[in-house]
């Protein structure tokens, strides 16, 4: 268990949906542990049943968008009834407020569904620079499995046995990311963004509660440690997106020049509908809300998160 080389004695197949930054960053690491890796892309020549064919492992790296429709495709091959899903997706449903891990394990409610997140920036991944993440299932032997797949010396990878807390800590931290981008932005200081920072783990707690799972989870690789990667590196396309803003572009500039996809920018909207249907508070999320829609200014977000009611600390 403790010693990565000891799975490639052992060889897995691993199907890799999506590859976009990440799907191709998570199909390097497999292969450069000896696994059979194939990775499928909508614009690729194999075919989607081609590539899930008789796998161990199928692996999401899709854009939120794309989710429901390719596991509703996947869903029509013939799979074996061992085959252990992964979501590397950080996103939510608009139309259901789902997780991605939601979406695949109710489309396959008889299969191990194992979630993968944590402080994961791909191009630092891809320039082979160490980095640790967490694997979390309901079902612990799917985690050590896959956990063994993407283990080496330079990914360190943790189970973990909340997969909803881990989800969402990658998920909501990107509306967080956008917050910070347009702190560095306006240049507001190391204070302002310690505040921010530490604020949005306390909403990003106060929404996973409300959801079911675990606070210690978001103390953790997923919540606090993807939080400090993407509020601090401009290689984080949500936090270019705040950086952005700040500087004056508008949504529309910034994403049609944007590489890549800035998760964020969905997830904050339907944050902000999940949060008034349970009624919870999340005001820097509706801060971002507000200025991604073009209703306010970044200065107008910041005084209105300022002037807010003082009140205690602590009040998941
Ligand atoms: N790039 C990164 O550093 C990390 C990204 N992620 C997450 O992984 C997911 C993918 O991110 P990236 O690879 O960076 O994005 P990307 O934009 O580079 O790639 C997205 C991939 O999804 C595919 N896709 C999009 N819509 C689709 C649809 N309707 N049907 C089929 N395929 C579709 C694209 O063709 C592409 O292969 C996102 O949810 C992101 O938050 C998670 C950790 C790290
Ligand atoms: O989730 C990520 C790093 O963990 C990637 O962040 P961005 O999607 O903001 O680039």
């Known amino acids: 268990m403790t010693n990565p080389k000891s799975e490639i004695q052992n060889p897995k197949s691993v199907a890799i949906l999506g590859a976009g930054a990440w799907g191709t960053a998570l199909a390097n690491l497999a292969a450069a542990n000896g696994h059979e890796v194939r990775v499928w892309s909508r614009h690729g020549s194999q075919t989607l049943e081609a590539v899930v064919k008789d796998v161990h492992i199928i692996l999401s790296a899709i854009s ?97 046995s909340d997969p909803l807390g881990v989800e969402l800590g990658g998920t909501l931290k990107n509306v967080i990311a956008i917050a910070a981008g347009v702190c560095d932005g306006l240049q507001l200081g190391t204070n302002a963004k310690a505040a921010l920072v530490t604020r949005g783990l306390t909403e990003i707690i106060r ?91 970044p200065r107008q977000a910041l005084d209105e998160l300022m002037l807010r009611d003082i009140k205690p600390e602590y009040n998941y």
């Not at 508008?250 to 904050?268: P, S, Y």
């Not at 902000?272 to 508070?281: C, T």
Request: charged share 10%; glycine share 8%.
């Open 64 to 160: 939120m968008t794309g989710v429901r429709d390719v596991a509703s495709q996947v869903h029509s091959f013939p799979l074996s009834p061992e085959t252990i899903f992964v979501t590397a997706t950080k996103g939510l449903d608009p139309q259901t407020t789902c997780t991605p891990s939601q979406i695949w394990q109710t489309i396959f409610p008889n299969h191990a569904v194992v979630v993968l997140s944590g402080p994961n920036l791909s191009k630092e991944i891809q320039m082979q620079l160490p980095a640790a993440t967490v694997v979390a299932s309901n079902i612990p032997t799917a985690a050590e499995l896959v956990q063994l797949v993407f283990s080496s010396h330079r990914f360190r990878v943790y189970t973990n």
């Open 207 to 297: 929404v996973g509660n409300n959801w079911g799972a675990k606070t210690g989870t978001f103390y953790g690789l997923s919540g606090l440690g993807d939080l400090l990667a993407t509020c601090n590196s401009p290689l984080s396309r949500n936090y270019q997106v705040g950086y952005q803003l700040a500087g004056g572009k508008t949504l529309t500039e910034i994403l049609t020049n944007l590489q890549g996809t800035a998760e964020g920018v969905n997830t904050c909207r339907v944050l902000i509908q999940r949060a008034k249907q349970q009624n919870i508070a999340v005001p820097i999320t509706e801060q971002v809300y507000h200025l991604l829609q073009g209703q306010i200014t």
